[in-house]
């Protein structure tokens, strides 16, 4: 006799990932199936908020390409004062604005948007902490990291950026940015970038 269809859980979503530390260690975060979407691992989060340091007190944030959100509520789950997380997808919108609510997470806003667009609304040098995790078939790299370096702060600022390949650092420096930190796991190169 077959299984009941309520027992699949691949209609559901593509899983799930966790907050690393934080106030919020240990929660999960759905993962829904949706074209481009690919949450950073725990793993590399984990990497990323040791290179960062664990108490991110004060910061301001913004996750430009926010999907499952994983990255700005890890954030603000570390004390981030402030965390906007923009999506252009709508599922994903709700699927955000739920968990806010669920967390009572004040700190975070959540944006329907283009993050490129939000990036270049900033004030220039407003954020301590930018993150940027575009679909990896997409053209929005370079664009997205030139209205990076125009938000964030150049004395104590970092970008982040997941991508498919390293970024050379010849091109960067065209953009004003150098890499503090790199890591390679699996398809994904995290890359940790400050001013120059």
């Avoid at 009941?4 to 240990?26: C, D, H, L, S």
Wanted: charged share 20%; aromatic share 6%; hydrophobic share 45%.
């Amino acid at each position: 006799m077959p299984a009941p269809a309520a027992r699949k859980p691949a209609a559901k979503g593509a899983g799930e990932v966790r907050i690393i530390g934080g106030q919020w260690k240990r929660t999960r975060l759905p993962v829904a199936q949706r074209p481009g979407l690919r949450p950073t691992p725990d793993r590399v989060r984990e990497t990323l908020f040791n290179w960062l340091g664990q108490d991110l007190s004060g910061w301001r944030c913004l996750d430009a390409f926010a999907g499952t959100g994983a990255l700005g509520f890890e954030a603000a789950s570390r004390g981030a004062a402030a965390v906007q997380l923009v999506e252009n997808d709508p599922a994903l919108v709700d699927q955000l604005h739920t968990l806010q609510q669920r967390l009572h997470a004040m700190a975070v806003r959540v944006q329907k948007g283009d993050g490129i667009a939000a990036l270049r609304h900033c004030a220039p040098g407003s954020l301590h902490l930018v993150f940027l995790d575009p679909p990896f078939d997409s053209p929005l790299f370079e664009p997205a990291l030139a209205a990076a370096a125009q938000a964030v702060a150049a004395a104590d600022g970092f970008i982040y950026l997941e991508a498919p390949q390293a970024w050379d650092e010849a091109a960067l420096a065209t953009l004003g940015l150098v890499v503090h930190r790199h890591l390679k796991a699996g398809a994904v190169h995290a890359h940790l970038l400050k001013k120059q």
